[in-house]
């Protein structure tokens, strides 16, 4: 057996970059120096191109609306409850309450809800029927915000009409489709943090003599605390900008409801209702609300991210 | 002692009793439309043109539009998703500022309202680039929203390709690309894909970024620079201006099925992820 | 009779505050077995990975002193480790194959350094299997996964894609630590074979080892390399108390 003589590699010695600029060829070229850096050049640009886009974004919905809040003073944009483009009043007083509204009622249900299935599928569930229903949360995950405005429409809303009265569009409506879409988001992080909490919590707790329940509620909860409110701020987020849905089964009125079936309309039913057809200062207006959205959205990401910076301190 | 084994019960059977009520929820939503919808399902409704506004005909040119959108989007996101991701994982210091700043962006965009996403598409790609409401405006516009799921996916997956094969590669006389193209990419591959299925369902789902950059027009698309209406698009205008509830039970079972699908083939793709799976 | 192939001056490794090594002095014959043995943390894997820069991939480290590979500097800022790499193979603790199939793994190496004739890959493949002993077993499932192997499969595996690169030296860190006993002796045994070739530096916890398969062996201490001897010399007469104390299993 020879040292493999025939298909020799190498020439046998060390070479060095000064004598041998480029390698023999190889695949892409055998990476030389030169393409290994242009590689990685594009690398980095392309992980670039995620910080570009949000400073895209900020800039161009800021630049769009912020000079009419100027304009018509931020107090009056965001207070007035008048919101009457023919008249030029835009005020988005009311769709801001109308969001806020919104997002209350559907938290109101979805939260102990989706807690509780959460702990159910952590906790209590068979592992199989555990697993079974985290699939089927990710399904419902999956589902498009139009087939929930859909599913409300044609459901939900006459079923108000009939038994509750009103035409049906209402606060109610909304909450209840709303819930339904931001379960997947509370139960699935819900029950991760659940599950991160080490067993030895759990196992400390029973053999105190608590009982199963007892645990969970005075070691599991409390431990999984800071993952479950960033569930619940995420589900917070996802209802505040969800828009499909909401324009289908609220109603749109551009009045405060008085009551769980009066009508309703958010900021983000607001601008795709009349981007189609707004111009100058309507359009704006509407980029305005949008960039309040945004400024709503990112300071809730904020503090998720800080929550969780905690929590990860904490856990250290 | 009995008091709280009574209560123990109590709450344990209201716990099963929400699980239900979860599984009950999807089952009726999934169950009813289909049912309405499945009778609408022929091959003239798939693979005919709509006529009079989408009150006769099919739904056809809002398959291809969702098509057209989606793979578009898919072209545009995937490689810098999938480049961002091996940036993050293989090249930068994780404590670095750049590093951090793309984490930050990655997230920030995950949190945006699509219909946030809309505007900007809006105005940028269909006002300041003057694409006009077209495929390749929708697309961009998409493509944004998908790269932090494409990004974080192929994160996750590329760490969990085992630190031994980059050495053993590496102490093969591998240059980093080299060990990165040919080893490190195809062993994370299943999850990569994994996350540019769930891109695919969230792009057939999305409607309200896609209204205001697509265009909402029925025609069938011949070039990217055409305006197009998916088939999301399509059920919102069906159901909401009341042109034919037939057609948007048919095109809400449509979407459906694909998700479950796209569902079905995510699960099986983050299956094949685990060590065990692989190569079987 | 011997003759000199990699020769260490003064290496010394640091991990970030933590010095690794201080200063390590060593001969390392070409065609011989050379073993490095001493406890848990000593600086043997550390030095081994000096010999092929793969320390370099842990941030935070520093390297000085020099290492000559052939009369060449290999802490050179003018060398491409590429290059480096190509020449010195390295056999882990673990066996680790790609996930790809028996065949490919081999290949690997030839084809990132620019073999891409499909008749000469496959004579490098099989003379490779071949030359690891492990031919006879796979050459009827060449494209079958790798990962189907059994674990000492795999370890010859690893063998037969280091030596289809054809480096001049062989690095191997605890290569039968995750062995049974009968793999173990069959790779003792191409370990002898390859040392014809090859040269072979060898980290082992295994005394009875280290004393079975080398020709050299150098005992690590608290990153000192305490004592350098043959191997003979070094179990029969060890010179320093503290070799003596290790080698009679009197601590470690």
């Known amino acids: 057996m020879d040292k493999y003589a025939g298909n020799s590699l190498t020439a046998g010695a060390l070479r060095y970059r000064s004598e041998s600029p480029k390698k023999a060829g190889g695949w892409l070229g055998s990476g030389s120096r030169q393409m290994e850096t242009g590689i990685e050049f594009l690398l980095k640009l392309s992980a670039f191109i995620g910080i570009l886009a949000i400073i895209l974004i900020s800039l161009f919905i800021f630049a769009q609306g912020v000079p009419l809040i100027f304009k018509i003073g931020w107090l009056d944009f965001i207070f007035s409850l008048k919101w009457s483009p023919s008249q030029g009043s835009y005020g ?7 969001t806020l509204v919104l997002t209350i009622s559907s938290l109101a249900w979805a939260v102990p809800l989706g807690i ?11 592992a199989r029927i555990g697993s079974i229903l985290g699939r089927m949360i990710e399904l419902l995950a999956g589902i498009p915000s139009v087939v929930f405005g859909f599913f409300g429409l044609i459901i939900v809303v006459p079923f108000i009409r009939n038994y509750l009265g009103g035409n049906g569009m209402s606060v109610l409506a909304g909450a209840i489709i709303l819930g339904i879409m931001i379960l997947p988001t509370i139960i699935s992080i819900s029950r991760d943090s659940i599950l991160a909490v080490p067993k030895e919590y759990k196992e400390g707790s029973l053999a105190l003599g608590a009982t199963h329940m007892q645990s969970i509620k005075g070691v599991i909860l409390p431990a999984a605390k800071s993952g479950i409110i960033t569930a619940v701020i995420l589900g917070m987020g996802r209802a505040i900008g969800e828009t499909m849905a909401v324009v289908m089964v609220t109603g749109n009125s551009t009045m405060i409801p008085g009551s769980m079936l009066d009508p309703l309309r958010t900021m983000t039913s607001n601008i795709v209702l009349e981007m189609g057809y707004a111009a100058g ?3 704006a207006a509407l980029f305005a609300t949008g960039a309040v959205l945004f400024v709503f959205i990112v300071i809730l990401n904020l503090v998720v991210s800080l ?3 905690e929590g990860k301190n904490y856990a250290e | 002692m009995l008091n709280s084994n009574i209560q123990d019960r109590v709450i344990r059977g209201l716990m099963w009793l929400s699980g239900l009520l979860v599984v009950a929820i999807l089952f009726i939503i999934i169950a009813y439309i289909s049912l309405k919808g499945i009778s609408a399902i022929n091959l003239d409704f798939i693979f005919d043109l709509p006529h009079r506004a989408g009150k006769e005909g099919g739904i056809f040119s809002t398959i291809i539009s969702t098509i057209y959108l989606t793979l578009a989007s898919l072209i545009i996101a995937v490689p810098l998703g999938v480049g961002s991701a091996i940036h993050l994982e293989e090249y930068a210091r994780r404590d670095s500022f750049f590093a951090r700043l793309v984490n930050l962006a990655a997230e920030t965009l995950a949190g945006i309202p699509s219909i946030v996403f809309g505007l900007f598409g809006f105005v940028f790609f269909v006002i300041y680039l003057n694409l006009g409401w077209s495929v390749l405006s929708g697309s961009l516009t998409m493509a944004i929203m998908i790269l932090p799921t494409i990004t974080r996916t192929s994160q996750e997956a590329i760490l969990s390709v085992p630190a031994e094969y980059r050495e053993n590669s590496l102490a093969l006389g591998a240059s980093k690309w080299q060990t990165i193209s040919k080893v490190v990419l195809p062993s994370a591959l299943p999850g990569i894909i994994t996350g540019v299925i769930l891109s695919i369902g969230r792009a057939i789902g999305e409607t309200a970024a896609l209204i205001l950059t697509a265009g909402s027009s029925l025609g069938m698309p011949a070039g990217l620079l055409d305006p197009a209406r998916t088939m999301s698009v399509h059920l919102y205008i069906l159901a909401m201006e009341g042109i034919s509830m037939e ?6 079972f449509l979407i459906i099925v694909l998700i479950v699908i796209i569902n079905y083939l995510a699960n099986l793709s983050l299956r094949r992820m685990s060590p065990a799976g692989r190569l079987q | ?3 000199l192939k990699l020769k260490s001056e003064s290496i010394k490794v640091y991990y970030k505050d933590f010095q690794a090594l201080h200063g390590v002095y060593m001969n390392i014959q070409a065609n011989r077995v050379t073993a490095l043995i001493g406890p848990s943390g000593c600086g043997k894997s550390t030095f081994l990975r000096t010999i092929n820069r793969l320390n370099e991939l842990i941030a935070g480290t520093r390297t000085e002193g020099q290492i000559y590979l052939d009369d060449k500097p290999i802490y050179d800022k003018d060398l491409d480790v590429v290059e480096l790499r190509k020449e010195i193979g390295m056999v882990f603790q673990k ?8 065949y490919e793994n081999v290949a690997y190496g030839p084809r990132i350094h620019g073999i891409k004739k499909r008749s000469q890959l496959s004579e490098i493949v099989e003379k490779s299997l071949k030359a690891a002993n492990l031919w006879n077993e796979v050459n009827d499932r060449l494209n079958s996964p790798a ?5 000492g499969q795999q370890q010859r595996l690893v063998i037969a894609r280091v030596l289809a690169v054809e480096p001049q030296v062989i690095l191997m860190d605890e290569p039968a630590s995750a062995l049974d006993p009968i793999s173990t002796s069959r790779l003792e045994e191409l370990i002898s074979e390859l040392k014809k070739h090859y040269t072979i530096v060898i980290v082992t916890h295994n005394m009875q080892q280290a004393a079975r398969i080398s020709d050299y062996t150098g005992f690590f201490l608290n990153g000192d390399l305490v004592e350098f001897n043959r191997t003979d010399e070094l179990f029969v007469n060890p010179r320093d108390k503290r070799t003596e104390d290790y080698i009679t299993g009197r601590f470690g």
């Open chain 1, 281 to 283: 200062d309507h359009q």
């Open chain 2, 247 to 252: 057609r948007a039970f048919g095109t809400a």
């Open chain 3, 95 to 102: 066996p680790s194959v790609f996930p790809m199939s028996i």
């Open chain 3, 147 to 151: 990962a189907r192997l059994s674990g």
């Open chain 1, 307 to 309: 929550s969780i910076k």
């Open chain 3, 1 to 3: 009779m011997d003759n």
């Open chain 1, 92 to 98: 988005i007083g009311a769709m801001l309450v109308g």
């Open chain 1, 116 to 126: 509780s299935t959460a702990v159910f599928m952590a906790e209590i569930a068979p």
